[in-house]
């Protein structure tokens, strides 16, 4: 899902990522490090800036045992791998409170450091019931755009779009589509 604000604070000026919103109801580690991997693949294509993934949690860097915990803690460890196999150009840091993410002050009160703490442009929710929740709760409230459900891990671009969408949100969505069928390099020249 993609997330845009009028309010240029967070993420890449304004403009988020989150997943899994939609599909995955209970992701396991390898489909999570998936969902980091294809998301910041979307995110880079779409803004041209290095994705900064967080792989969000209930508690920041705890020294707990908690199998929710663990479940982060490895998915961000299997998405790194993933990603320097690919030899692909992103910031990944996990597990992370969404405050610690999203805001530099809170990250350096929770001693969270690195290039994702309070830079997170790229949200990777550990179930379908907190990703779903958080868009709609921040549309919402928010007030921000949504776009999507853009589909990855299939062999053409896709996205999904939910009955209450307005026409905005389907055509942001369409646009999003559109881009991903075209080679960034052929828009943009080599990055």
């Excluded at 009028?6 to 989150?18: A, I, P, Y």
């Excluded at 610690?100 to 379908?128: C, H, T, W, Y």
């Amino acid at each position: 899902m993609v997330l845009d604000f009028d309010e240029k604070k967070v993420g890449s000026d304004g403009t988020l990522f989150f997943a899994d919103c939609g599909v995955i109801p209970e992701p396991t580690t390898e489909q999570l490090a998936d969902i980091a991997i294809t998301t910041a693949t979307v995110a880079r294509h779409l803004t041209g800036e290095t994705p900064r993934v967080a792989m969000l949690s209930w508690a920041s860097k705890s020294t707990s045992n908690h199998p929710s915990l663990l479940k982060m803690r490895t998915a961000t460890e299997l998405a790194r791998v993933r990603a320097k196999a690919m030899s692909l150009e992103v910031e990944i840091e996990g597990e992370l409170q969404v405050d610690a993410a999203l805001d530099l002050a809170v990250a350096e009160m929770k001693q969270v450091s690195g290039p994702v703490a309070g830079r997170a442009n790229v949200l990777i929710f550990p179930d379908l019931n907190s990703g779903n929740i958080a868009f709609k709760l921040v549309h919402m409230l928010a007030g921000a755009n949504t776009f999507g459900q853009i589909v990855t891990g299939l062999t053409r671009p896709a996205a999904e779009i939910s009955r209450g969408s307005s026409a905005h949100d389907v055509f942001g969505a369409a646009a999003i589509v559109g881009c991903q069928a075209i080679d960034r390099r052929l828009l943009y020249g080599t990055l």
